[in-house]
């Protein structure tokens, strides 16, 4: 069966630090893949996606992702985390025919100053 | 501002009373979902609909009923609603269901406490 694992439950990092929030995926074709991210009381908003063709995919707010199919990955990062991406962050899966769509259970990201 | 607009943003209601998610979308598309987020508990889809047809109910009780009178509006009507119901619903909407590619764009939420 198709499944999304986001292993990290939650994370802290410091501001102005690193980050790499883990996804992995069960799928024998490649999928589509997205990251969405989901502030206090607000709903999901697309980060990324990846589609075909480069395996490393910018999106907004300065996050970056790459596509692993060797590690079946599909990582988020970003290069220096600011306060106001405390969030959680979920990764989904989609599969080619476009009528299934999986979402992981999420991590929570805090900042700290 | 994504394109897809819920009212509204927070509700209150009793276990006996009727009442109505509202969901338009602004983005063209053929596809709109409901989803339930609850505290520590994945994202559940509860219904399909693809050009207004109901293309999938994952075993939602009867107590919600969707409706989609058109490509751009999705409703869901609530009555007799348990407390375990309070949650955070999504709308969301895409190009159509069976889009390779797919991509699924959400409104903002509406939170229902249900007391």
């Known amino acids: 069966a198709q499944s999304v694992t986001q292993p990290d439950i939650h994370i802290t990092v410091s501001e102005g630090a690193s980050l790499e929030l883990r996804c992995n995926y069960s799928?024998?074709?490649?999928?589509?893949l997205f990251w969405y991210v989901q502030s206090p009381g607000q709903g999901l908003q697309l980060l990324l996606k990846?589609?075909?063709?480069?395996?490393l995919v910018q999106g907004i707010k300065g996050f970056e992702a790459e596509f692993k199919r060797s590690q079946s990955s599909f990582n988020l990062r970003k290069p220096s985390v600011h306060w106001s991406d405390a969030a959680e962050y979920f990764c989904?899966?989609?599969?080619?025919?476009?009528?299934?769509?999986?979402f992981g259970t999420g991590t929570s990201l805090t900042v700290i100053p | 501002e994504t394109g897809v607009t819920q009212t509204p943003r927070h509700l209150v209601m009793g276990m006996t009373n009727k009442k109505s998610l509202k969901c338009e979308q602004h983005?063209?598309?053929?596809?709109m979902y409901w989803y339930k987020q609850s505290a520590k508990k994945p994202l559940e889809l509860m219904f399909v609909?693809?050009?207004?047809?109901?293309?999938e109910n994952n075993s939602v009780p009867s107590r919600f009923s969707p409706e989609c009178p058109n490509s751009s509006h999705l409703f869901l009507h609530l009555h007799t609603l348990q407390p375990e119901d309070s949650a955070l619903y999504l709308c969301?909407?895409?190009?159509?269901?069976?889009?390779?590619?797919?991509?699924?764009?959400f409104g903002e939420g509406s939170w229902l406490t249900v007391v």
């Open positions: 983005l063209g598309h053929n596809a």
């Open positions: 990846y589609f075909s063709g480069d395996t």
């Open positions: 969301a909407s895409s190009r159509r269901r069976t889009a390779s590619g797919n991509t699924i764009y």
């Open positions: 799928y024998g074709a490649t999928p589509y």
């Open positions: 989904a899966v989609g599969m080619n025919t476009g009528n299934q769509f999986y």
């Open positions: 609909y693809n050009f207004k047809e109901q293309t």
